[in-house]
Protein backbone atom coordinates (compact mmCIF):
# COMPACT_ATOMS: atom_id res chain seq x y z
CA UNK A 1 0.00 0.00 0.00
CA UNK A 2 1.05 3.70 -1.20
CA UNK A 3 1.59 5.80 2.21
CA UNK A 4 -0.28 8.78 0.23
CA UNK A 5 -4.23 7.92 0.52
CA UNK A 6 -6.39 7.42 -2.41
CA UNK A 7 -9.28 9.43 -1.31
CA UNK A 8 -8.83 11.93 1.73
CA UNK A 9 -11.79 13.76 3.33
CA UNK A 10 -11.52 16.59 5.28
CA UNK A 11 -13.96 18.05 7.76
CA UNK A 12 -16.98 17.07 5.44
CA UNK A 13 -20.21 19.03 6.24
CA UNK A 14 -23.12 18.44 4.21
CA UNK A 15 -26.51 20.55 5.33
CA UNK A 16 -29.97 20.85 3.47
CA UNK A 17 -32.50 24.17 4.13
CA UNK A 18 -35.47 22.07 5.57
CA UNK A 19 -38.74 24.50 5.96
CA UNK A 20 -37.76 26.84 8.61
CA UNK A 21 -34.64 25.14 9.74
CA UNK A 22 -31.74 23.67 8.39
CA UNK A 23 -30.89 19.48 8.07
CA UNK A 24 -27.73 18.85 8.89
CA UNK A 25 -26.28 15.72 7.12
CA UNK A 26 -22.84 15.34 7.64
CA UNK A 27 -21.27 17.32 10.56
CA UNK A 28 -17.57 17.58 9.65
CA UNK A 29 -16.20 13.98 8.30
CA UNK A 30 -12.99 12.97 7.90
CA UNK A 31 -11.87 9.97 5.70
CA UNK A 32 -8.56 8.30 4.70
CA UNK A 33 -8.69 5.75 2.28
CA UNK A 34 -5.03 4.33 1.71
CA UNK A 35 -4.43 2.97 -2.23
CA UNK A 36 -5.30 -0.79 -2.19
CA UNK A 37 -7.49 -0.20 0.99
CA UNK A 38 -11.25 -1.99 1.27
CA UNK A 39 -13.39 0.06 3.65
CA UNK A 40 -16.90 -1.07 5.18
CA UNK A 41 -19.11 2.13 4.80
CA UNK A 42 -22.04 1.11 7.67
CA UNK A 43 -24.57 3.29 8.97
CA UNK A 44 -28.59 3.14 9.57
CA UNK A 45 -30.79 4.11 6.70
CA UNK A 46 -30.75 7.97 6.30
CA UNK A 47 -27.57 8.54 8.57
CA UNK A 48 -25.80 10.03 5.19
CA UNK A 49 -23.98 7.40 3.21
CA UNK A 50 -25.05 8.15 -0.40
CA UNK A 51 -24.60 11.84 0.67
CA UNK A 52 -21.47 10.56 1.56
CA UNK A 53 -20.49 8.62 -1.22
CA UNK A 54 -21.76 11.30 -3.65
CA UNK A 55 -19.09 14.07 -1.98
CA UNK A 56 -16.26 11.90 -2.78
CA UNK A 57 -17.30 10.95 -6.30
CA UNK A 58 -17.44 14.50 -6.76
CA UNK A 59 -21.17 13.70 -7.98
CA UNK A 60 -21.94 16.86 -5.20
CA UNK A 61 -20.89 19.46 -3.46
CA UNK A 62 -20.29 19.92 0.23
CA UNK A 63 -21.13 22.49 2.58
CA UNK A 64 -17.85 23.04 3.83
CA UNK A 65 -14.47 20.48 3.96
CA UNK A 66 -12.16 19.00 1.03
CA UNK A 67 -11.83 16.28 -0.79
CA UNK A 68 -8.78 15.08 -2.34
CA UNK A 69 -7.72 12.16 -4.69
CA UNK A 70 -4.50 10.75 -5.09
CA UNK A 71 -3.40 14.30 -3.19
CA UNK A 72 -5.29 16.91 -5.52
CA UNK A 73 -7.54 18.78 -3.79
CA UNK A 74 -11.09 18.28 -6.32
CA UNK A 75 -13.76 20.83 -3.92
CA UNK A 76 -13.06 23.96 -6.24
CA UNK A 77 -12.84 22.54 -9.36
CA UNK A 78 -14.87 23.68 -12.72
CA UNK A 79 -17.61 20.70 -13.41
CA UNK A 80 -15.41 20.13 -16.41
CA UNK A 81 -12.71 19.19 -14.57
CA UNK A 82 -14.77 16.67 -12.04
CA UNK A 83 -16.28 15.27 -14.97
CA UNK A 84 -12.92 14.58 -16.19
CA UNK A 85 -11.93 13.20 -12.68
CA UNK A 86 -14.78 10.77 -12.56
CA UNK A 87 -14.21 9.81 -15.83
CA UNK A 88 -11.01 8.82 -15.33
CA UNK A 89 -9.83 8.14 -11.44
CA UNK A 90 -13.38 7.22 -10.25
CA UNK A 91 -15.08 4.30 -10.20
CA UNK A 92 -19.16 3.47 -9.19
CA UNK A 93 -21.07 0.85 -8.53
CA UNK A 94 -24.53 1.07 -7.52
CA UNK A 95 -27.46 -1.01 -5.77
CA UNK A 96 -29.17 -1.27 -9.23
CA UNK A 97 -26.60 -2.02 -12.27
CA UNK A 98 -28.15 1.19 -14.66
CA UNK A 99 -26.61 -0.95 -17.37
CA UNK A 100 -27.59 0.33 -20.93
CA UNK A 101 -30.06 -2.07 -21.96
CA UNK A 102 -29.75 -1.64 -25.82
CA UNK A 103 -25.76 -2.87 -25.60
CA UNK A 104 -24.10 -6.18 -24.74
CA UNK A 105 -22.19 -6.79 -21.77
CA UNK A 106 -19.11 -6.22 -23.55
CA UNK A 107 -20.06 -2.98 -25.04
CA UNK A 108 -21.04 -1.66 -21.79
CA UNK A 109 -17.68 -2.05 -20.76
CA UNK A 110 -16.29 -0.50 -23.40
CA UNK A 111 -18.15 2.42 -23.90
CA UNK A 112 -17.08 4.38 -20.35
CA UNK A 113 -12.86 3.93 -21.78
CA UNK A 114 -14.22 5.68 -25.36
CA UNK A 115 -16.12 8.63 -24.03
CA UNK A 116 -12.49 8.42 -21.93
CA UNK A 117 -11.05 8.84 -25.31
CA UNK A 118 -8.95 5.17 -25.23
CA UNK A 119 -9.46 3.40 -28.43
CA UNK A 120 -11.44 0.83 -29.45
CA UNK A 121 -8.90 -1.90 -30.17
CA UNK A 122 -7.76 -1.23 -26.18
CA UNK A 123 -11.06 -0.69 -24.81
CA UNK A 124 -11.93 -4.46 -26.30
CA UNK A 125 -9.44 -5.91 -24.74
CA UNK A 126 -9.35 -4.11 -21.54
CA UNK A 127 -13.24 -5.31 -21.69
CA UNK A 128 -12.40 -8.78 -22.36
CA UNK A 129 -9.71 -9.07 -19.70
CA UNK A 130 -12.09 -7.46 -17.13
CA UNK A 131 -15.39 -9.73 -18.29
CA UNK A 132 -12.95 -12.81 -17.76
CA UNK A 133 -12.40 -11.90 -13.85
CA UNK A 134 -15.73 -11.90 -13.42
CA UNK A 135 -16.41 -14.93 -15.10
CA UNK A 136 -18.50 -13.77 -17.86
CA UNK A 137 -16.35 -14.17 -20.73
CA UNK A 138 -18.81 -16.61 -22.56
CA UNK A 139 -21.57 -13.64 -21.65
CA UNK A 140 -19.91 -10.84 -23.40
CA UNK A 141 -22.04 -10.85 -26.13
CA UNK A 142 -25.42 -10.63 -24.07
CA UNK A 143 -27.24 -8.10 -23.64
CA UNK A 144 -28.43 -7.10 -20.04
CA UNK A 145 -32.13 -8.79 -20.39
CA UNK A 146 -30.21 -12.10 -21.27
CA UNK A 147 -28.45 -12.19 -17.81
CA UNK A 148 -29.23 -12.82 -14.25
CA UNK A 149 -29.25 -10.29 -11.88
CA UNK A 150 -26.07 -11.07 -10.36
CA UNK A 151 -24.58 -11.76 -13.84
CA UNK A 152 -25.76 -8.20 -14.52
CA UNK A 153 -24.05 -6.75 -11.71
CA UNK A 154 -20.92 -8.34 -12.38
CA UNK A 155 -20.94 -5.96 -15.83
CA UNK A 156 -21.62 -3.02 -13.65
CA UNK A 157 -18.32 -3.88 -11.38
CA UNK A 158 -16.54 -4.71 -14.76
CA UNK A 159 -17.61 -1.03 -16.20
CA UNK A 160 -16.74 0.31 -13.08
CA UNK A 161 -13.03 -1.03 -12.88
CA UNK A 162 -12.65 -0.22 -16.71
CA UNK A 163 -11.30 3.12 -16.87
CA UNK A 164 -8.35 1.94 -14.51
CA UNK A 165 -9.24 3.95 -11.49
CA UNK A 166 -7.63 4.44 -8.16
CA UNK A 167 -10.91 4.62 -5.98
CA UNK A 168 -13.98 2.71 -6.49
CA UNK A 169 -17.32 3.62 -4.82
CA UNK A 170 -19.92 1.07 -4.22
CA UNK A 171 -23.44 2.18 -2.43
CA UNK A 172 -25.56 -1.05 -1.37
CA UNK A 173 -24.06 -3.31 -4.41
CA UNK A 174 -25.52 -6.21 -3.58
CA UNK A 175 -28.45 -5.08 -1.85
CA UNK A 176 -30.99 -6.09 -4.52
CA UNK A 177 -29.73 -9.53 -4.75
CA UNK A 178 -31.27 -12.58 -2.97
CA UNK A 179 -28.48 -13.78 0.35
CA UNK A 180 -26.74 -16.24 -2.01
CA UNK A 181 -26.08 -14.30 -4.86
CA UNK A 182 -24.84 -11.32 -2.62
CA UNK A 183 -22.30 -13.31 -1.35
CA UNK A 184 -20.95 -14.66 -4.94
CA UNK A 185 -21.35 -11.18 -6.58
CA UNK A 186 -19.18 -9.62 -3.37
CA UNK A 187 -16.27 -12.26 -3.51
CA UNK A 188 -16.41 -11.70 -7.35
CA UNK A 189 -16.00 -7.66 -6.48
CA UNK A 190 -12.98 -8.04 -3.51
CA UNK A 191 -10.97 -10.13 -6.16
CA UNK A 192 -11.55 -8.04 -8.76
CA UNK A 193 -11.02 -5.18 -6.66
CA UNK A 194 -7.69 -6.55 -4.91
CA UNK A 195 -6.39 -7.93 -8.11
CA UNK A 196 -6.78 -4.67 -10.00
CA UNK A 197 -5.25 -2.74 -6.72
CA UNK A 198 -7.89 -0.45 -6.43
CA UNK A 199 -8.69 1.20 -3.01
CA UNK A 200 -12.68 1.33 -2.34
CA UNK A 201 -15.51 2.57 0.25
CA UNK A 202 -18.02 0.35 -0.04
CA UNK A 203 -21.62 1.16 1.82
CA UNK A 204 -23.37 -1.90 2.92
CA UNK A 205 -26.13 -2.90 5.25
CA UNK A 206 -25.02 -6.21 5.14
CA UNK A 207 -22.42 -7.02 8.55
CA UNK A 208 -21.44 -10.32 7.64
CA UNK A 209 -19.77 -8.88 4.43
CA UNK A 210 -18.61 -5.53 5.78
CA UNK A 211 -16.50 -7.86 8.94
CA UNK A 212 -15.05 -9.11 5.37
CA UNK A 213 -13.32 -5.88 4.34
CA UNK A 214 -9.66 -4.27 5.42
CA UNK A 215 -11.78 -2.09 7.76
CA UNK A 216 -14.98 -0.83 8.92
CA UNK A 217 -16.51 2.98 9.58
CA UNK A 218 -19.55 3.85 10.67
CA UNK A 219 -21.67 7.20 10.09
CA UNK A 220 -23.06 8.43 13.19
CA UNK A 221 -24.85 11.83 14.04
CA UNK A 222 -23.38 13.01 11.17
CA UNK A 223 -19.90 11.85 12.10
CA UNK A 224 -17.83 9.15 11.01
CA UNK A 225 -16.55 6.14 14.05
CA UNK A 226 -14.41 3.12 13.77
CA UNK A 227 -16.74 0.28 13.32
Known amino acids: MSDSPSLQLESIERSFEQGTGRLEV ?22 GKSTLLHIAGLLEQPTDGTV ?51 DK ?47 LLADEPTGNLDEGTATTIFDVMMNVVRQQG ?8 NMDLANRMDRIVMLRDGLLVDG
Do not use: W
Not at 137 to 148: C, D
Open 26 to 47: LRGVSLSLNAGEITALVGPSGT
Open 68 to 118: FLDGQDCTEMDDTARTTIRQTRLGFVYQFHHLLPEFSAEENVILPQMIAHV
Open 121 to 167: SSARKRAGELLEEVGLAERRSHRPAELSGGEQQRVAIARALANRPSV
Open 198 to 205: VSALIATH
